[in-house]
């Protein structure tokens, strides 16, 4: 099964498991009025299928409302490219006109944001912002030799040209966006010829206001005159199981899943009934995958992360003076470091999340290991090692030449000695042969 239809298929299965829990929304306008309506929603991550569900279920409200725009404010450092196709083909499809809104200041729309704010029917700016670097990153991928990451880049760069020509927007620049990961600030953006954005807004307020009485025309050649005084504005949230599922994508808590299932697995091997750490590994690990098929991913550094907790595993198992855990704390900090693959920092693990994290699993390894050799040095108190050295209070008295009993451990066994003990006296074990101790006075 190829990548791409893991891609979809995954997160499909584990958003379907989840009840669908509805963030509150701005209540729908009452049928018959008559001013017109906005809907406007927040993309504030990683473009991934999470987000993606979120931008086309916007779209398909307004649709079946007949409303007059779409507004997304968008902040995104990039995301994956199969998720990006499906928003901006519903973008090209969708009856209702859409705006997509870089800012407040200080934001950007990075990678996937570049396209998205390139494919929309309004493109705006706030001011102190940027959008660009848009060369493809295949997340969860292999490293790709140079004739395939051309192949990639230029077939995405066909794509925005493509997208930009549509729009009327600057197709040397789009382009350049993708194979030369070049970024654009607003005023570069806009002073472009032809422009690569619209115009510069402070807020959805102001871009609402300079957007009134525009015509906008369409992908499909059509003209639209927009009409956003007095505008019914229709605020969209994700729902609670969209937010749960957009945070998991988060390369922290990816790292942290990650290791809370490998954990839990090893714990649950080592315990076979335990029950609990099983399940607790098993859904963590399948989360952890989610995560990872959306994010950048290094198999070099996965390697190295699973390779330390294993090393962990083994040290309560084998006896290696140490050596174990030193590997497996070295392996694990190197291959944290190297587990995503981007140049966002938004998409890179934060050593002070790490560090915590390797520390704590350091923690957990060096305890169990005490404990499994303090087990090992202590007398086994079960079976016939258990045995040999207990302490027996005659009850009938021993002859070298005639066995008596003693009580040992609660329980009433016949005993032998090389010399004669009387009852009541107390003796140790020994030895043990079949169902016959070996005494000696205390």
């Known amino acids: 099964m190829t990548r791409d239809v893991w891609s979809k298929l995954l997160p499909a299965v584990i958003i379907a498991s989840l009840p669908a ?174 422009p690569l954005v619209d115009l510069l807004a402070t807020d959805v307020t102001d871009l609402l206001a300079k957007l009134d009485g525009r015509t906008v025309r369409r992908f499909e050649g059509a003209t639209v005159v927009l009409e956003t005084t007095g505008a019914s504005l229709v605020a969209v949230e994700m729902t609670q199981r969209q937010r749960i599922l957009s945070a998991i994508a988060n390369p922290n808590i990816a790292f942290m899943l990650l290791s809370l299932g490998v954990l839990g697995l090893t714990i649950e091997l080592w315990s076979p009934g335990a029950i609990l750490p099983g399940i607790v590994g098993g859904v963590s690990l399948l989360l952890a995958f989610f995560a990872l098929q959306m994010l950048p991913v290094n198999y070099a550094g996965l390697l190295l992360i699973l390779l330390g907790l294993l090393l962990l595993g083994l040290e309560i198992k084998v006896t290696s003076y140490g050596m174990l855990t030193v590997g497996g704390v070295i392996s694990l900090v190197f291959g944290s470091m190297i587990l995503i693959d981007a140049p966002e920092p938004e998409l890179q693990l934060s050593l002070q999340f790490v560090v915590p994290v390797v520390i704590g699993f350091t923690a957990i390894g060096v305890f169990l290991v005490r404990l499994a050799l303090v087990a090992q040095r202590m007398r086994s108190v079960t079976g016939e090692s258990g045995m040999v050295g207990a302490v027996a209070d005659v009850l009938q008295p021993i002859a070298p030449d005639r066995p008596g009993q003693v009580r040992a451990h609660g329980e009433i066994w016949r005993a032998a000695a090389p010399e004669a003990i009387d009852a009541g006296a107390r003796v140790r074990v020994t030895g043990i042969e079949g169902l016959t101790l070996t005494v000696e006075k205390m």
Not at 141 to 147: H, L, Q
Not at 149 to 156: G, P, S
Request: glycine residues 6%; charged residues 15%.
């Open 21 to 194: 829990v509805a963030a509150p929304q701005t209540a729908e306008p009452a049928p018959g009025v008559t001013a017109p309506v906005i809907y406007t929603a927040e993309v504030d991550s990683a473009i991934h299928p999470v987000s993606a569900e979120y931008m086309i279920q916007t779209m398909d409200r307004a649709d079946a409302v007949g409303a007059a725009l779409v507004v997304f404010t968008l902040r995104t450092p990039g995301g994956l490219v199969d998720s990006t196709r499906d928003i901006v083909a519903r973008m090209l499809a969708s009856k209702t006109p859409v705006a997509v809104f870089v800012g407040p200041a200080g934001a950007r729309a990075a990678s996937a944001g570049f396209m998205l704010t390139i494919a929309a029917d309004v493109a705006a700016m706030a001011p102190g912002t940027h959008i660009g670097a848009a060369h493809p990153v295949q997340p969860g991928a292999p490293e790709m030799d140079e004739t395939m990451t051309q192949k990639a880049a230029q077939d995405v760069a066909a794509w925005v040209r493509t997208l930009a020509a549509g729009r009327g927007r600057n197709v040397e620049l789009a382009e350049r966006a993708v194979n030369e990961s070049r970024a654009f600030t607003e005023q570069e953006a806009l002073a472009a010829t032809p």
